[in-house]
């Protein structure tokens, strides 16, 4: 059977890939053709996820091998054939290319015909893909170091705070003058 995939992205609006794969390839010939059609250097640690209709998460399949407890099942892409997993049209699988910021293309089953491809295959190609990794201070919005330098006095409180209006009593054994010492 060939399974005809298509692959979104939540980030770019005119995104758009068609994938044609065999339902026996396994999901790292998946992985290959997803990483060929959007120009994606194949460096980085990537998994899919088997998703309910509501993309919600279920069974992971990872490129590498990775430390898991031992009442989780393992999948690896290279293992793993696409349909032990995808069966039904509609069926929906997230590809998460950057694992730091936790993003992914969105990948639905839209058509199973009878055949046997002799390729996977990109059949269409609309749009610029997202960049494969964001970098951190885009992540972050600013440096750490900027944002440490942003906070004004207001932020740590008072700014007419006076040392000398503390009631000395409220430390104990330390004076008012030990207490000045210290700024």
């Not at 990483?35 to 980085?44: E, F, G, H, P, R």
């Not at 690896?76 to 069966?87: G, N, S, V």
């Not at 951190?136 to 440096?143: D, K, M, R």
Request: hydrophobic letters at 35%; one cysteine or more.
């Amino acid at each position: 059977m060939i399974y005809r995939f298509v692959l979104l992205s939540d980030e770019v609006d005119n995104f758009y890939r068609e994938l044609e794969i065999n339902s026996d390839a396994t999901f790292l010939d998946m992985h290959n053709l997803i990483l060929d059609s959007v120009k994606y250097t194949k460096d980085q640690i990537t998994s899919f996820f088997v998703c309910s209709d509501r993309w919600e998460k279920k069974q992971e399949i990872t490129l590498i091998e990775m430390d898991t407890s031992a009442d989780e099942d393992l999948y690896l892409m290279e293992d793993t054939h696409i349909d032990e997993f995808i069966h039904d049209k509609g069926d929906r699988l997230l590809y998460t290319f950057d694992n730091v910021a936790d993003r992914s293309f969105f990948i639905e089953l839209k058509e199973v015909k009878p055949g046997h491809n002799a390729a996977p295959v990109c059949t269409k190609s609309e749009g610029n893909s997202p960049v494969q990794l964001v970098d951190e201070t885009a992540l972050l919005g600013n440096s750490a170091q900027d944002k440490a330098g942003s906070y004004d006095s207001e932020f740590y409180g008072d700014s007419d705070f006076d040392m000398d209006e503390l009631d000395e009593e409220g430390f104990g054994d330390v004076s008012i003058d030990d207490v000045n010492e210290l700024y």
